[in-house]
């Protein structure tokens, strides 16, 4: 019956079988602990974005309230901007006033 170390390759001997083992074992740890590292930082990732538009969505609600008390037709664009999303129209209300008529 053949040794354990020459099934594996020829002219190794068991110490150098094992210090294999070892080696190997040693450096599946550690790409399991990279790995784990890296998943955990991706769920930090995902949970920062969902904390970020969580605000996002409040401060939004916030300037639609506050230009729905503002009032008047004026700022009925400036909702609008708010609910699709464009902040543009929204900051441009707040920067040059409802008069504020865009260049031709």
């Not at 939004?60 to 708010?82: C, F, I, K, M, W």
Request: with cysteine; glycine share 6%.
């Amino acid at each position: 019956m053949p040794s354990r170390a020459a099934c594996c390759w020829p002219g190794a001997d068991a110490q150098t079988h094992d210090l294999a083992g070892v080696v190997i074992a040693t450096s599946a740890t550690l790409h399991s602990l990279l790995l784990a590292r890296v998943c955990v930082q991706a769920l930090l990732h995902v949970n920062e974005a969902r904390e970020t538009m969580t605000r996002e969505a409040s401060l939004r609600g916030t300037v639609y309230d506050d230009l729905a008390r503002y009032g008047g037709h004026e700022t009925a664009s400036a909702q609008a901007a708010v609910v699709a999303g464009s902040w543009f129209d929204a900051t441009r209300f707040f920067t040059h006033g409802y008069d504020h008529k865009p260049a031709s």
